[in-house]
C-alpha cells in the first residue's frame, strides 16, 4: 500500500535529520567549551586593562584635558552601532534577538533625530537589518573565514571604528553582542564604546599614588585605542560562546522534536499495518464462510 | 636578591606567566626599567622589546609589544597587546610586525607620525636585540 510507504520514507528522512542535529549539537557542545575557554583566558586582561584605565580615567576626568575618545566630541548627534551577530544561523534566537536590540536601540535614536550609521560584524545579523536600515550600513566585517576568533581581529574592526571617529564620522560608538551566562541564558547587550564609560574604581584606598612614565595623558592617549580593542575582543568572544551555547540548545531541541516525531510517526505507521492486516483477515474469512 | 615578588604576565588572549621573580626589566616607553620588589608604584607604557625575568625558577625572556606594565607593592602586572615566549618568534612573525610597523609609518598623519617612527624603530631595533634580521622585512 502507498500510504505505508510514504510513512516509511518519512520515518527514515527524520531519522536522518535526527541525526544531523545530533551531530552538530555535539560539534557546538565542543566549541561551545573551547569558546569558554578563550573567553576565560582573555578575561584577566580585560579586567586589569579595563581597572587600570578606570583609574587613569578618573585622575584625568577633572582636569579638562582628557582625550577625545573619553571625553567624546562634546555632541550628540551621529551614532555608531556595531552589530555583531554570527555567521551563520541554526542557533534558535540568537542571531534575531541582537538584531532587535540594535533595532530598536536605531528607532528610538531615529525617532530623537539622531542620525544612525551601523557597522555590521558576521553574515546573519546583517540580513536580519537590511530590510529596515540597509541605507544605514556603512561597512560590513566578514569573520566566516576565521577559524578561531584572535586578538587581531578585535584589532581590525577597532582600527575601523577609530579611524572613522577621527575623521568625525560620528559622536557616539555603541557595540551590540550577546553576554554568555550559561548554555541557555545569553543576554542581548549594548555597550558605549566612545566616548568609553570605565567604571572608575570605588576602592580608592587600596591604590598606592602611581607614578606614571610617561605623563597620565600620553597613557591615556596610549590606551583608550588599545581600550577599544580590547573591549570589541571581549564582546567577540562572549558572542562566540553565546553562538556555540545557543546553536547547542537549539539542536538539542531540535534532536528531541525529531525523536518524538519518529515515535508519533512509528505509532501510525503500525497503526496502518494493522489496519491492512485486519482488512485483508476479513476478507478471507468472509470469503471462507461465502463458500 | 632574596625577595621574591609576584609577576603576572598577560596578552589579550591568553595568562603566559603567573609566578614569583625576583626581578623583571621592563622595556617602557621611555626606557627599560628593571622591576624589584619594593619598587615605587608605577603605570608604564611598553615599547616593543625584550622583557626578562629572573627568579627561583629561573631566567627567562618573551617579546612584548603594545600595552603597560603596572607596579604596585603587591608585585608587576604587565598587560601586552602582544607577547610571545622568545623562542617562539620567528623571522617569519618578526618580519609582519616589522611590516606592520612600516605601514602604520606610511599611512600616519599629523601628530601620529612621530609615534610611529618611533614605533617602527623600536621594532628594528628589538630585532637586532634579539638576533633577528630586520632587513629581510624589506623583501
Known sequence: ?291 | MADNMKFDLVSPERSLVSGEVSSVQIPGADGDLTAMQGHAALITTLRPGLLSISGPAGDDSYVVSGGFAEINADGVTVLAERALHQKEMTQDLYNDWVAEAKAAHANAAGDAVDGAAKLLADMVAMGGHIGLDPNQANL
Open chain 1, 1 to 291: 500500500m502507498a500510504n505505508l510507504k510514504d510513512l516509511k520514507n518519512r520515518i527514515a528522512s527524520v531519522k536522518s535529520t535526527r541525526k544531523i542535529t545530533k551531530a552538530m549539537q555535539m560539534v557546538a557542545a565542543a566549541k561551545l567549551r573551547r569558546a569558554q575557554e578563550a573567553a576565560e583566558n582573555a578575561r584577566p586582561y580585560a579586567e586589569r586593562f579595563n581597572a587600570v584605565l578606570g583609574q587613569l580615567a578618573a585622575s584625568v576626568a577633572g582636569s579638562g584635558s582628557a582625550p577625545r575618545l573619553l571625553a567624546g566630541t562634546g555632541e550628540d548627534k551621529v551614532h555608531l552601532l556595531v552589530v555583531m551577530t554570527a555567521e551563520r544561523g541554526l542557533c534558535g534566537g540568537f542571531n534575531a534577538n541582537i538584531a532587535k536590540l540594535a533595532k530598536t536601540h536605531a528607532q528610538s535614536l531615529k525617532a530623537a533625530g539622531k542620525t544612525v550609521k551601523i557597522i555590521t560584524v558576521g553574515k546573519k545579523g546583517r540580513d536580519n537589518l537590511r530590510r529596515d536600515f540597509g541605507d544605514l550600513f556603512v561597512s560590513h566585517v566578514d569573520l566566516s573565514a576565521v577559524k578561531s576568533l584572535g586578538y587581531a581581529n578585535a584589532q581590525d574592526i577597532a582600527k575601523d571604528v577609530l579611524t572613522r571617529f577621527d575623521a568625525d564620522e560620528f559622536d557616539v560608538a555603541t557595540i551590540f553582542y550577546s553576554k554568555f551566562v550559561n548554555v541557555v541564558t545569553q543576554i542581548p547587550t549594548a555597550q558605549q564604546i566612545i566616548p568609553a564609560a570605565y567604571e572608575t574604581e570605588a576602592d580608592a584606598d587600596s591604590g598606592a599614588v602611581y607614578d606614571y612614565e610617561p605623563s597620565e595623558e600620553e597613557i591615556l592617549a596610549d590606551l583608550l585605542p588599545r581600550g577599544v580593542a580590547t573591549q570589541i575582543f571581549t564582546a567577540l568572544l562572549e558572542n562566540n560562546a553565546s553562538f556555540n551555547g545557543s546553536q547547542m540548545s537549539a539542536m538539542d531541541n531540535a534532536t528531541r522534536n525529531a525523536g518524538d516525531m519518529i515515535d508519533k510517526l512509528t505509532i501510525q505507521y503500525n497503526r496502518s499495518r494493522q489496519a491492512v492486516i485486519t482488512n485483508e483477515l476479513i476478507e478471507i474469512i468472509s470469503g471462507a464462510e461465502a463458500l
